[in-house]
């Protein structure tokens, strides 16, 4: 099968998913600053959650220029992928609108955990489809940020009982981690050698 389908169905499922949590941020009914105060959590939940989506359709966009084609268990693993992502405004408009409770913060980190297992699971879906040196086989490589970020979710989760802003730190860590340019998709479809 084709993978533009694939990509033209993740592309608009984040794109309703972006805008479902924008629309979660009300307008005040007041008109001076001290109207948006209230706002200032759901604010911050959204930008972070904003980031991280961004970050995910930034990766699915490289790592679908490896494929050529997508099986059955490659659409069913994209579609496991979506469904997490899918909760994202909810664990965010929770998070924001209780001032990053512990309860909330957890769930959040919970859908981050899961979407980022579920990210695992297509990609080692499509190295399997393609072959151990396939494009995206050698662009991985160790993935230590695949490895390392599962650790991260789990500690923020854990510490979400002790302090909000320790969570709150974690998840931030590593949206920073995956903010940083992954050059390793680029290189391979440029014919260089990846380490």
């Excluded at 939940?45 to 059955?72: A, P, R």
């Excluded at 500690?155 to 979400?160: G, K, Y």
């Amino acid at each position: 099968m084709n993978k533009g389908r694939l990509e033209a169905f993740s592309d608009g499922v984040l794109a309703i998913v972006i805008t479902i949590m924008v629309l979660e941020i009300k307008v005040p009914h007041g008109a001076d600053l001290s109207a948006l105060q209230p706002l200032i959590p759901i604010t911050l939940s959204y930008v972070l959650s904003f980031i991280y989506l961004g970050i995910y359709w930034n990766n699915h966009h490289h790592m679908m220029q490896t494929v050529k084609s997508v099986s059955g268990d490659v659409l069913w693993a994209n579609l496991h992928l979506l469904f997490w992502l899918s909760l994202v405004p909810f664990a965010t408009g929770w998070m924001g609108e209780n001032h990053f409770a512990p309860i909330p913060m957890a769930l959040y980190g919970v859908i981050l955990l899961m979407a980022a297992i579920a990210y695992f699971i297509l990609q080692n879906r499509i190295i399997r489809n393609q072959g151990p040196d396939s494009l995206l086989a050698r662009a991985v490589g160790n993935d230590l940020k695949g490895k390392i970020s599962p650790v991260l979710y789990i500690l923020a989760i854990a510490s979400c009982w002790i302090s909000e802003w320790i969570a709150a730190a974690i998840y931030v860590l590593v949206a920073l981690i995956w903010l940083i340019p992954d050059k390793r998709i680029e290189t391979v479809l440029g014919g260089q050698d990846v380490d």
